[in-house]
């Protein structure tokens, strides 16, 4: 918890610049701790400005859950630990904070991530801090290059339900240290996103089942940067360094269409503004925020059961992510790069 000095440093910073990502980083430099949510910096902010002080207010009682339903969310998540308090809430007619509430401070449960990460090499750690690096200097050059960056990525979608990599959580008092199964030849879909400071580019369905270098470079030239061109002259393009990614007719368009303004894998001859750290899903928006949040929304029972219901739900995931939620992600970005730096350029690993 924020000291009263710390809230105040907070408000004068904020009072002064107007962005919560610059109060949060002079703020980590400062007191060498995490830094106070964005919510929390703009609401001490305005609780200055109304009232002239930074005293907590008197807030209004709130009903005590009663022991009937603590016992209904217990049983709830003793049947199926892995769901979402969203759905418990929904099965139990019950506020999704409600359910939260009573699984950590009742139940005094936590909820443990399913991670699914490539083991990083010996190189890989030095690669990801010199990544963040750069991100940082150029910020400091320029504070709206972060939010030039257009983020993309491809997923699969299975009809059965393939496991959310980053939106599971398994609720128990101990790490259960569980696994997941999935059908293995279930029908699927592969799917394109790009999400930029504004809004999401999406979905693209690719028809083939495997995307191939061909028609990922098509998939560029008709259809997304014809849209990026539209909406900006300025951003900067990243990838991963996934093989359709690597191939030389895709590196050498973008090396013609944005020269020094895109992020990926690169060979010696490329223009690269900089090379994308391999293995590094927890690092792009796509991987930590976009597919789960998606995921989440899509895989609801009842489960859709064809492609074109698998779809519809996609697209009407993507179009429920609004700006403010982007605007959030971005400030989470924002602070990754400093926790991959303090890490040692280890994994972000979040509860």
């Known amino acids: 918890m924020a000291t009263p000095q710390q809230k105040a440093f907070c408000v004068l910073r904020f009072n002064k610049c107007e962005s919560a990502i610059t109060v949060q980083r002079d703020f980590r430099r400062t007191y060498g701790t995490e830094a106070p949510t964005a919510q929390s910096i703009r609401?001490?902010?305005?609780?200055?400005?109304?009232?002239?002080?930074?005293?907590?207010?008197?807030?209004?009682?709130?009903?005590?859950?009663?022991?009937?339903?603590?016992?209904?969310?217990?049983?709830s998540f003793v049947r199926s630990p892995q769901k979402s308090t969203r759905r418990a809430g929904l099965e139990l007619d019950l506020p999704h904070s409600t359910v939260w509430r009573v699984l950590?401070?009742?139940?005094?449960?936590?909820?443990?991530?399913?991670?699914?990460?490539?083991?990083?090499?010996?190189?890989?750690?030095?690669?990801?801090?010199?990544?963040?690096?750069?991100?940082?200097?150029?910020?400091?050059?320029?504070?709206s290059f972060v939010s030039r960056i257009v983020f993309s990525d491809e997923a699969t979608f299975h009809l059965s339900g393939k496991v959310n990599r980053h939106n599971v959580r398994i609720w128990a008092l101990e790490q259960p240290h569980a696994t997941v199964e999935h059908q293995r030849d279930s029908p699927k879909i592969n799917v394109f996103c790009a999400i930029s400071r504004k809004k999401v580019y999406g979905p693209f369905f690719f028809e083939e089942n495997t995307v191939t270098g061909n028609t990922y470079l098509n998939m560029l030239q008709t259809w997304l940067f014809p849209q990026l061109q539209e909406d900006s002259d300025d951003f900067v393009f990243q990838q991963d360094g996934a093989p359709p990614h690597w191939k030389l007719e895709v590196r050498r368009y973008l090396n013609g269409e944005l020269p020094q303004r895109w992020i990926g894998r690169k060979g010696n001859d490329d223009l690269a503004i900089h090379p994308w750290p391999p293995r590094s899903p927890d690092l792009t928006v796509c991987d930590f925020f976009l597919w789960g949040y998606i995921k989440d929304k899509v895989y609801v029972p009842p489960l859709p059961t064809n492609l074109e219901e698998l779809k519809i739900r996609i697209k009407d995931a993507v179009n429920a992510v609004t700006p403010d939620l982007i605007s959030n992600v971005w400030e989470e970005f924002d602070y990754r790069i400093d926790v991959c730096r303090a890490a040692g350029g280890g994994h972000i690993e979040h509860l």
Do not use: M
């Not at 902010?45 to 009232?51: L, P, R, V």
């Open 104 to 143: 950590r401070r009742r139940l005094t449960l936590k909820a443990y991530r399913i991670q699914l990460l490539q083991a990083l090499l010996p190189d890989d750690k030095q690669k990801r801090i010199d990544f963040c690096n750069f991100i940082s200097e150029k910020q400091e050059e320029n504070e």
């Open 43 to 75: 609401r001490w902010h305005q609780t200055f400005q109304e009232s002239g002080c930074l005293c907590a207010q008197k807030r209004s009682g709130r009903p005590r859950t009663s022991d009937e339903n603590i016992e209904r969310v217990r049983q």
